[in-house]
């Protein structure tokens, strides 16, 4: 199975969209981290801010989830 957003080759646990998309590890966490940072007001530059971040904070704690 392959994602739908970068078309790379799900490799274990893969993410389900809210509309049904199947994503990567990777782009699963950008899109929560997206999510947060829309939902806490940010808009678009702090919905990319809060991806990022929290694409590394995930990273620096080793989780996979």
Do not use: N
């Not at 929560?32 to 904070?57: D, K």
């Amino acid at each position: 199975m392959r994602c739908e957003q970068c078309r790379r080759k799900i490799r274990g646990r893969g993410h389900t969209s809210i509309t049904g998309r199947k994503l990567c590890d990777r782009c699963g966490t950008r899109l929560h981290g997206r999510t947060a940072g829309a939902v806490a007001g940010g808009g678009i530059p702090g919905a990319r801010a809060v991806s990022g971040w929290y694409a590394r904070a995930k990273r620096a704690m080793g989780r996979r989830d």
